[in-house]
């Protein structure tokens, strides 16, 4: 029997299948949040080109560009568990060849690349699956408190990641730190088996439509109406603007502060603390006005932060505003997903979720290139200050309008 006076989290967090869910998405997301990360950086010590950190950044998101689509609309059709733990496990293996090579020497910049489209091309087709299955195994009413305890903990097993990778590194080389992720992966595949995941009706009726017209119909009720189009145009800016400051404070950490890896993983890292703690006190709210929270934390929040950190003179500057940005983004991303999921009818789910993954991880290229083009000319910090400018102005005029302040 539901006890009804128990917080939501106690209420989430007494569910098997939600609780294995939960743990199984943080190893996954900690992981990919890590990638990043960890590609970049291994660049960074094969090569001294300033550009190439872009390209093998565009190499690792091109594939969601290229198949967050499709992957939404295969989530629609087949059973969601059996995607999960398929394409983890490719993604677990593809990690662990490219582990051997970097441990053998034979890591250079091209093969990195190679290996970033690989790896991007496996998490890419999981990745519409992963968020789709949410609405699956929780109650409406309680859908913000799971989305809000997803990207928490999420961020968190990131901030985990960034700082055990880079010690990884530090300590072992950069096989290390991919050799950890593989074996982090591989912990999600097992835990995934565990959980019930409860079917959705309306995947028999999908089967019949053909992928290309599935994928149609889905781009078609997304980008159709307010307030779904608004929001995924907010994660195309949010995937883009973000990859630019991912991609630029490595550099950063090494050349402007003469830091290592260690400490670069630390100051990424910080910006996971600081969505754990807003997400974790998001998740204990029982109602929000997310529409404000929109307008405030990504139309105004998600620019000022790159704004301001392109100003910070040393790490812990950089620290700290990575940790005012982390509590921004908790609160900003709750929000975000919980009204994309609450106007999204379950038929849609894992077509709508493509959409959404194209623009957070499909525009990662974007960034990639917009870094490749505009850091051999400014300098990484000044690259930031100017993405971070534009972002705010275009954020600002998609949010600060009545259709979406008071969406609730």
């Known amino acids: 029997m539901t006890d009804l006076s128990a917080s939501p989290v106690r209420q989430l967090m007494r569910d098997r299948d939600y609780r294995n869910f939960l743990v199984a998405n943080i190893l996954y997301t900690g992981v990919n949040g890590t990638l990043r990360f960890a590609f970049i950086w291994l ?9 190439a950190e872009g390209l093998v950044a565009i190499a690792l998101g091109l594939p969601a560009m290229l198949l967050s689509l499709p992957a939404g609309a295969w989530s629609d059709r087949v ?9 983890t496990s490719v993604t677990a293996g593809a990690m662990a060849l490219f582990t051997a090579v970097i441990a053998t020497g034979n890591a250079t910049p091209i093969i990195t690349g190679l290996a970033a489209v690989v790896i991007g091309t496996s998490i890419s087709v999981n990745s519409p699956n992963v968020q789709a299955i949410v609405p699956l195994l929780v109650p409406k009413k309680h859908l913000m408190n799971a989305v809000a305890l997803q990207n928490g903990a999420g961020q968190a ?3 985990g990641g960034l700082v055990l990778g880079g010690l990884a590194i530090e300590l072992l080389g950069d096989a290390g730190g991919f050799a950890l992720l593989t074996v982090l992966t591989a912990a999600s595949v097992f835990i995934i088996a565990r959980v019930i995941i409860p079917n959705d009706a309306a995947i028999d009726t999908e089967i019949r439509a053909g992928m290309i017209s599935s994928i149609v119909a889905g781009a078609k009720f997304g980008l159709g109406r307010d307030p779904l189009r608004t929001l995924l145009l907010l994660s195309v800016m949010l995937g883009g603007s973000f990859s630019v400051m991912q991609i630029s404070m490595p550099r950063v950490v090494e050349d402007v502060y003469g830091r290592d890896a260690g400490v670069a993983g630390v100051v990424l890292g910080a910006f996971g603390i600081g969505m754990l703690i807003s997400s974790v006190a998001v998740s204990r709210r ?14 105004i929040g998600l620019g000022l932060g790159q704004f301001a950190l392109s100003f910070a003179a040393n790490e812990w500057v950089a620290m700290l505003v990575m940790l005012a940005w982390g509590l921004n983004a908790g609160i900003a991303m709750a929000s975000h997903r919980t009204l994309m999921q609450t106007n999204t009818p ?4 894992g077509r709508v979720m493509g959409l959404m993954m194209l623009g957070f991880s499909g525009s990662l290229p974007i960034g990639a290139v917009t870094s490749s083009v505009l850091a051999p000319q400014l300098g990484p910090q000044m690259t930031m200050r100017v993405v971070g400018a534009a972002t705010m102005v275009v954020t600002m005029a998609l949010t600060f309008r009545r259709s979406i302040v008071d969406l609730r």
Do not use: C, Q
């Open 346 to 349: 379950p038929e849609m789910m």
């Open 157 to 159: 097993a990131g901030f």
């Open 43 to 51: 660049i960074v010590t094969l090569t001294d080109w300033e550009s």
């Open 79 to 87: 059973d969601r568990k059996a995607l999960y733990i398929t394409w």
């Open 286 to 299: 029982r109602a929000m006005r997310h529409g404000w929270n929109i307008a405030l934390f990504i139309g």
